[in-house]
């Protein structure tokens, strides 16, 4: 199993926390709600563009506002992936997000009570089952401080 390379924000800034992490052929990504720090999100979107990666399992806890030039970043960094599924609670972004697919852009959306489901999408060869649902709640306490509920 590769191992979680981790990138959290600074803690003392108090700003929208992003955090992103590579594992392997798999970049994962945990936003907070607020609007997006151009200076966090060039970071983010820099790891994007200089990282070799397949699949993207990201995932937003609450509105995280980017604007539209923002959004087409992130379109452009991901467009060439294999598999994206983006992990949030709302349905009207999780609508957006199905939208996207149709227009071309490889993209599932899964509310966080369907994580298993969400791995099981991406399918990513060599992975056990639950690895990414565990990495990907590493990087949300690390990013927000947030602790994975037992039994979760």
Known sequence: MPDLEINVPDPSRDEVKLGWAFMGPVMLTCGASGDMPPRRFDEWITAMETHDFEYVLGSTIG????????RRRVVEALKHRRKTVVIIDSRVMRGILTALGWLGLKVRSFSWDALDEAEAYLDVPGFDKGALVDALWTLRQATTGERRATGS
């Open 63 to 70: 509105a995280t506002s980017i604007s539209g030039m923002q």
